[in-house]
């Protein structure tokens, strides 16, 4: 998996584009994926999901992509908002109920 | 639906002293509860697995005699972190899956301060 280190990456975008946020994960056997928001001093919040038997799934503004044979999950946030702002978390689920979550990539909205 | 409401959301102890955190499911039953920590800048580390009724199970490397974890009940877990020390200072956070097969509700997080 990936390892955990003291310095997320980040990524910063322009308010108005789009932007992509990657993630490694580590189990071909995961079959659950989950990307959660979370914003300084809060709990994680769910953003999007999607199903190991699923390549692409769509929501309000965000899209998340499964390439199961590299194991990549990305999350796509299209026009961004100064609300977009946070740390983004990719978590993964193997049969057990148990997440594991991805080290994380801090968004930063420029104005 | 599916809310679990975590307390305190703020701690200051002092070394030595024993704090309890509590989550609870306000609209559903939550056989099971995740209970993770994170430290500034890193990611969601678990700890511990609780389940109603029985033993939790603990992640490695976690001392489950500092970190006691209690299940009684659907709707409440505790997390006790006994003989706190400053390098316990982190952010705690329980988690339980909605019993649909997918999807999980966070409890907003317990800032512990260990001074």
């Known amino acids: 998996g990936e390892s955990v280190g003291l310095h997320l990456p980040t990524l910063s975008v322009q308010e108005g584009d789009n932007s992509i946020i990657n993630c490694a994960y580590s189990?071909?056997?995961?079959?659950?994926f989950i990307w959660y928001k979370q914003e300084s001093g809060k709990g994680p919040q769910f953003i999007i999901d999607?199903?190991?038997?699923?390549d692409k799934r769509q929501g309000q503004r965000v899209t998340v992509l499964l390439n199961k044979t590299v194991k990549h999950l990305s999350l796509q946030i299209a026009a961004t908002q100064p609300g977009d702002s946070a740390v983004y978390f990719c978590?993964?689920?193997?049969?057990?109920?148990?997440?594991?979550f991805g080290t994380g990539t801090r968004l930063t909205i420029i104005p | 639906g599916a809310v679990v409401s975590q307390h305190p959301s703020r701690v200051i102890c002092k070394s030595g002293t024993s704090v309890k955190i509590e989550c609870r499911s306000l609209?559903?039953?939550?056989?099971?509860m995740f209970w993770y920590r994170q430290f500034p800048k890193q990611s969601l580390m678990l700890m511990a697995t609780?389940?109603?009724?029985?033993?939790?199970?603990?992640e490695q490397g976690v001392e489950k005699d500092k970190f006691l974890i209690n299940h009684a009940s659907l709707t409440l877990s505790t997390l006790t972190v006994t003989s706190a020390h400053p390098e316990d200072s982190s952010f705690y956070i329980c988690?339980?899956?909605?019993?649909?097969?997918?999807?999980?509700?966070f409890g907003s997080g317990t800032r512990l301060t260990v001074v």
């Open positions: 988690s339980a899956p909605r019993g649909s097969g997918y999807g999980y509700t």
């Open positions: 189990n071909s056997a995961s079959d659950y």
């Open positions: 999607i199903r190991s038997n699923m």
């Open positions: 978590a993964e689920r193997v049969g057990n109920e148990k997440l594991t």
């Open positions: 609209d559903f039953q939550a056989t099971t």
């Open positions: 609780s389940n109603e009724g029985s033993k939790a199970t603990y």
